[in-house]
């Protein structure tokens, strides 16, 4: 079975950094592509990143460009996503996802296992 854990979350005053760390157990061999997605109050979950099996494609929303890296660390099943230049918009639980397919995308369908999240708040 395999899990998805999130860590890295806080409170931290707007134009600080945060690095949210994910690692996924549970199935020896896979080939997982990854992404972050986040859900502010009151609206609906979205694509922050992604990134391919390989390490070699990246996507991010635009909001995030600049400011915001996705990377992993295949070794020990761990993504990593590092925040920087945080706003209050910025706000909210953010959540790993692994798709089957070595490739990443922004649609939630595409994912097979979530983890349960980790709260990001940016205080202005």
């Known amino acids: 079975q395999v899990q998805v854990v999130e860590s890295g979350g806080g409170l931290v005053q707007a134009g600080g950094s945060l690095r949210l760390s994910c690692a996924v157990s549970g199935r020896t061999g896979s080939r997982f592509a990854m992404a972050w997605f986040r859900q502010a109050p009151g609206k609906e979950r979205k694509f922050v990143a992604g990134i391919s099996w390989s390490g070699e494609d990246k996507d991010y929303e635009d909001s995030v460009k600049g400011r915001f890296t996705i990377s992993r660390h295949n070794a020990k099943n761990t993504i990593y996503l590092q925040m920087n230049s945080l706003k209050p918009e910025d706000t909210a639980v953010y959540y790993c996802?692994?798709?089957?397919?070595?490739?990443?995308?922004?649609?939630?369908?595409?994912?097979?296992?979530w983890g349960q999240g980790t709260q990001v708040t940016v205080s202005s």
């Open positions: 996802a692994a798709s089957d397919y070595g490739i990443a995308s922004r649609q939630e369908y595409t994912y097979h296992y």
